[in-house]
C-alpha cells in the first residue's frame, strides 16, 4: 500500500532538534513524513541538525535534503522556497515547526528583550515564512500548512512571551485559513501539551538545575491520560493527518495533542 503522502514535497522548518535522550517534534514529523512517501526538505537554524536528519532519512532508504536558514531573516525564508523550487519545481505540504522559551517569565517580571526575541521566533519567524510559500501554494492553487503551536497558547499565566507568541500562532493559523481557502490551500495548527522532547525536558532540567528523571516525574503527574507525556511521534502523526489529502477538507482548526491537559483546564 502506498505511503500516506506519496508523491508529496514537504518543507518542515525546525527538522533539527537539540541534544537530547529524545526525539524532538521537528525529527519525528521529517522521519514519519518520509516513511509515509514525500521527499523532505528539512531546514533548522543549525544546519548540522537539519543533515543529521537528512541523513536518518536517507540511512532508511528515504529522499530528503536539508538548508540552513533563520526564519526571523525575510530573505533565509526566501531562500527556503527557491531552493524548494529548484529541486521540486513546486511544494505540497509546510510545516512550521518552530518555537523557543528562555528569559521568559509573567508579565510583571518580564523583560523586553526577552519578549521580542521570543515573538520574533515563534510568531514573526512563523508568519515570514508562511507568507513566502503562500505565493507559490496560491499560484498552484494548492497546498496544507501546518503550525506548531502549543496548549500554552490558551493555559498557563508564567511564560507571558512564550504564551503570546503561540496565541499568535492560532490566530495566524486561522487567518491564513480563512484568506487562502479559496485557492485551494489549507492551514491548521496541533497545540501540543506536555511533551517528553529534548527541548522541554532537557532545557527546563538544565535552567532548574534538575535532574531530567525529576523534571519527568513532574509533569507525567500532570496529564490526565495516563499520567504520562506524549512523545514527538504524537505530534508527528497529528500533523502527518492534517498535511495528507485524508484532512483535504479541514482548515482553520486548532487541534490539542495533549492527552486531556486542555478538557481538564477547560
Request: charge should be negative; aromatic fraction near 4%; glycine fraction near 14%.
Amino acid at each position: 500500500m502506498a505511503g500516506r503522502l506519496e508523491g508529496k514535497r514537504a518543507i518542515i522548518v525546525g527538522a533539527g532538534q537539540t541534544p537530547g535522550e529524545t526525539l524532538g517534534n521537528g525529527r519525528a514529523m521529517a522521519l514519519l513524513f518520509a516513511r509515509e512517501g514525500a521527499e523532505v526538505l528539512c531546514v533548522d537554524r543549525v544546519g548540522e541538525r537539519a543533515e543529521e536528519t537528512a541523513a536518518m532519512i536517507a540511512e532508511e532508504g528515504g529522499r530528503a535534503f536539508a538548508r540552513q536558514a533563520d526564519i526571523v531573516r525575510e530573505s533565509d525564508c526566501v531562500g527556503v522556497i527557491a531552493a524548494a523550487m529548484e529541486r521540486w519545481g513546486g511544494f505540497d505540504i509546510v510545516v512550521n515547526n518552530v518555537g523557543i522559551g528562555g528569559g521568559d517569565a509573567p508579565a510583571h517580571r518580564a523583560e523586553e528583550a526577552a519578549f521580542d526575541r521570543i515573538l520574533s521566533v515563534n510568531l514573526t519567524g512563523m508568519w515570514l515564512m508562511t507568507r513566502a510559500a503562500l505565493g507559490v501554494m496560491r499560484e498552484q492553487g494548492a497546498g496544507a500548512i501546518v503550525n506548531i503551536s502549543s496548549l500554552a497558547a490558551v493555559a498557563g499565566g508564567i511564560q507571558i512571551a512564550y504564551e503570546v507568541s503561540k496565541a499568535g500562532v492560532n490566530r495566524l493559523t486561522t487567518s491564513v485559513a480563512q484568506a487562502n481557502a479559496r485557492h485551494g490551500v489549507r492551514c491548521n495548527a496541533i497545540m501540543p501539551g506536555l511533551m517528553d522532547t529534548p527541548m522541554a525536558v532537557a532545557g527546563i532540567a538544565s535552567a532548574r538545575g534538575e535532574s531530567q528523571e525529576a523534571v519527568r516525574e513532574r509533569r507525567n503527574a500532570q496529564v490526565p491520560l495516563g499520567g504520562k507525556m506524549g512523545t514527538a511521534w504524537d505530534t508527528a502523526y497529528a500533523a502527518l493527518f492534517l498535511a495528507s489529502d485524508e484532512a483535504k477538507f479541514i482548515t482553520g482548526a486548532i487541534l490539542p495533542v495533549d492527552g486531556g491537559m486542555g478538557v481538564r483546564i477547560g
